[in-house]
């Protein structure tokens, strides 16, 4: 299942809320392909491995870095957009790197992928329970409260998180802090 | 029990660079790399350490000790503008995939990101043109980095390795076992990767059924020594063999079935064959863009088959239709039992015309010609010089007129293209190869960059016979500016020359004139004859001649100018290729 069919069904369609269709369209168009990368973990391997994106002129949107199991390695989740020719041979020049075990792309496969997002939305007494419920629906926590504001905590596809941005665009939002989404390959497979 | 002896950081470097066959250290010495050079004279070994003038001078010494010996040579810097200066010659190797490690001192430790006293982030700046860099975190941590070091520069698809070593590292104790064992397990050499059967079996397919194949060689037959087997493998199967530059030598020149070389200036045959066959099978070459052309349009009515070593180039400038990774060797072994004699007849016959009609030549009347001058020397050496370009008109003329017959006998900045290039590398060449001749040619522009090596050459007495061709121009690009610019001169004028024999003199250096077509037998001959040294021979060349053939940038292989165009012929446009 690819991001894009993620996007067609997971995002409120069109709605003046979050996304005119003109930015939608462009979403589709512009796959962000999500890699998994294991590395030794060594000072410099995130510069080089940046690097090499960087130079082909391609934009890292989101990535998240931890030690592995094994603490001398650790593992990479990237979400890479730009022209989807030329991203084959920059992940076989980032696997090619001496610190990189491997660098696999995951866009095209069933892994599963979580992010999670805090948002912050300026609201009193009057629509707290329009915002509660719209939190309940997501499944999201309710962190913090006070007179004037909410803060939420959400856990899930990124799609879905950004349909819950959309959703809230009638509150004003304060802060938004994403993770970037982390990834796993399901059963056998590994990530 | 016998008691640990107890060595410091550089004695450590010392011994280690030992162990790994360090012939040569390149380098120049400055106040972080004291204890590394005072473990020189502490430390008895075999390395011999070769004081420069510049830095630059030091990594281009190392790279052409590489280039013509197949074995790495070590560079030895101080920190900050010492490590920078290194720069332009590990990006010169890593483009051409030489192999190289590069020492550079640094600031003490803690005192590394306060902007201490010539402190450079080396380790980040060097990032982008390194095959792998460190920065020592401890002095124990030397033995199982130099080790790793050298087994990544050398192996796989070679390149430069660049250690940075803060001065507490080299000045501390160093307690760690010398034989520490590697420790990267990311890298992957593809050296001894099974060769995929199914990919070997589609490409002797290929070959069978190809009426006018074509081999294209480049630089990885030499790296891997895979050249008898090539040799073997062509003259069995009859197919002709185009060679990229640097690929110039993995298979003989002067053999009936080589085109010489392809590309911008390469020879017409060659670019013919290129646009003619219809199965190209290229063993080690990266497809550079000097000899593409155009890729959209780059040898399109063929099959391309793509052999390399490195699997991120398959695919980056020319998607082929069958591919195999591996080493060049191993490939041409598994792929020679399942090729029989083709029948390339007619097809080579075909080239046999070409060859006739379009010959590399140059004409003899008028002014002092560089082809001349090449020429002569090619013919006075019999061919069997290392010669050693720098950038520019002559070496493109060099590598027309000084037929290659074997490997790492033409030594040229092919990827990056470094002007300064060829005195340095020839020094390090002679080094490596004290017994052979080595020629170094030169632009009057691309000497002057690194001059200072001249005393490098004097003070080891080093018999390089250093060509200057001089037009007083940088020519190669006074070419494009009367080709495609109307001939509007900008930036190209070399008014201010020294007087290149003098300037050899006061290094002690033997130098000749040579102005006269009718001198260039008698001059060469001295030259090669002189014995005490090197020699410099700076030769008044016609200011104004053309390379050709030549693909104009960016323009499709079929758009060659095989000569000069005609007077009041069509204005050419401007390239659209990259320089």
């Known amino acids: 299942m690819s991001l894009v069919t993620d996007l067609l069904t997971f995002r409120p369609l069109p709605s003046d809320l979050y996304l005119d269709r003109m930015e939608l369209n462009m979403i589709k168009k512009k796959t962000i392909h999500t890699l998994s990368v294991y590395v030794s973990n060594k000072p410099g391997v995130l510069a080089r491995i940046a690097q090499t994106f960087s130079r082909r002129g391609y934009n890292i949107e989101s990535l998240v870095v931890s030690t592995a199991i094994d603490g001398r390695f650790s593992r990479m989740t990237i979400g890479v957009s730009g022209a989807i020719e030329g991203l084959g041979q920059i992940i076989k020049q980032v696997d090619k790197l001496i610190d990189v075990l491997h660098c696999t792309d995951h866009t095209f496969d069933d892994a599963v992928t979580k992010e999670m997002g805090l948002v912050k939305i300026s609201v009193g007494s009057e629509g707290r329970g329009e915002a509660l419920q719209i939190a309940e629906h997501f499944g999201c926590k309710t962190v913090d409260l006070t007179d004037t504001s909410i803060m939420l905590q959400v856990v899930g596809d990124p799609a879905k998180i950004d349909a819950l941005m959309g959703m809230l665009q009638k509150f004003r939002l304060i802060e938004v802090v994403r993770t970037g989404k982390v990834l796993m390959s399901r059963g056998a497979e590994t990530t | ?579």
């Open chain 2, 1 to 579: 029990m016998a008691d640990k002896i107890t060595i410091d950081g550089g004695q450590a470097i010392i011994k280690c660079l030992e162990a790994q066959g360090v012939e040569y250290i390149f380098g120049y010495s400055g106040g972080s790399v004291i204890p590394i050079f005072d473990a020189m004279i502490t430390t008895p070994s075999n390395i011999k350490f070769v004081l420069v003038r510049h830095e630059q001078g030091a990594t281009h010494m190392a790279d052409g000790y590489a280039r013509a010996t197949g074995k790495p040579a070590v560079v030895l810097v101080t920190s900050g503008p010492g490590a920078t200066n290194v720069i332009t010659g590990i990006m010169t190797a890593h483009m051409d995939s030489v192999p190289m490690i590069c020492l550079t001192g640094q600031s003490v430790s803690w005192m590394i990101g306060k902007d201490a006293f010539q402190e450079a982030d080396i380790f980040d700046i060097s990032m982008p043109v390194v095959k792998h860099s460190y920065l020592l975190k401890s002095s124990n941590e030397i033995p199982r980095t130099i080790r790793e070091a050298f087994h990544i520069a050398t192996t796989g698809r070679p390149g430069p390795v660049l250690i940075d070593i803060p001065k507490d590292m080299s000045a501390g104790p160093m307690t760690a076992d010398l034989n520490a064992e590697m420790d990267i397990p990311g890298y992957k050499t593809h050296e001894d990767d099974q060769i995929n059967q199914e990919h070997i079996l589609a490409i002797a397919e290929a070959l069978a059924t190809s009426q006018k194949p074509l081999f294209l060689i480049g630089h990885g037959v030499m790296i891997s020594g895979a050249q008898d087997a090539l040799r073997a493998l062509v003259e069995k199967i009859q197919v002709p063999v185009t060679t990229t530059l640097l690929g110039k030598g993995a298979f003989p020149e002067t053999h009936e079935l080589s085109l010489g070389w392809l590309g911008m200036h390469g020879s017409a045959y060659a670019n013919k064959a290129i646009c003619d066959c219809d199965l190209l099978v290229n063993i080690g070459s990266r497809f550079d863009d000097r000899i593409l052309g155009d890729p959209a349009q780059f040898c399109k009515q063929a099959t391309i088959v793509h052999i390399d070593i490195d699997p991120s180039e398959i695919g980056k400038m020319i998607q082929p239709d069958i591919y195999c990774i591996g080493d060049a060797l191993k490939v041409i072994n598994a792929l020679d039992p399942h090729v029989g004699a083709l029948n390339t007849e007619d097809w080579l016959k075909k080239l046999d015309g070409w060859k006739q009609r379009y010959p590399l030549k140059f004409k003899r009347q008028g002014g002092l010609k560089m082809q001349h001058v090449i020429d002569e020397f090619y013919k006075l050496s019999e061919g069997e010089a290392i010669v050693v370009t720098d950038v520019g008109q002559h070496q493109m003329w060099a590598g027309q007129f000084y037929k290659t017959d074997k490997i790492n006998r033409f030594l040229s900045s092919g990827g990056a293209g470094t002007m300064g290039f060829g005195l340095p590398a020839a020094i390090g060449a002679q080094f490596g190869c004290p017994d052979d001749l080595v020629i170094c040619f030169s632009g009057d522009g691309g000497f002057q960059m690194t001059l200072f090596e001249l005393a490098t050459a004097a003070l080891y007495k080093l018999p390089i016979k250093i060509v200057i061709l001089n037009n007083h121009y940088l020519g190669m690009v006074r070419q494009w500016q009367e080709l495609f610019y109307d001939d509007r001169k900008s930036g190209v004028d070399l008014e201010g020359n020294p007087d290149f024999v003098k300037l050899a003199e006061s290094y002690g250096i033997k130098g000749f004139n040579l102005r006269r077509p009718g001198d260039v037998k008698r001059i060469v001959k001295a030259a090669l004859d002189y014995n005490e040294g090197p020699c410099l021979i700076n030769c008044e060349v016609e200011k104004t001649d053309n390379v050709f053939p030549m693909v104009p940038a960016g323009k499709p292989i079929e758009d060659m100018l095989i000569d000069a165009p005609k007077e009041g012929s069509k204005k050419l446009e401007k390239p659209t290729g990259s320089t």
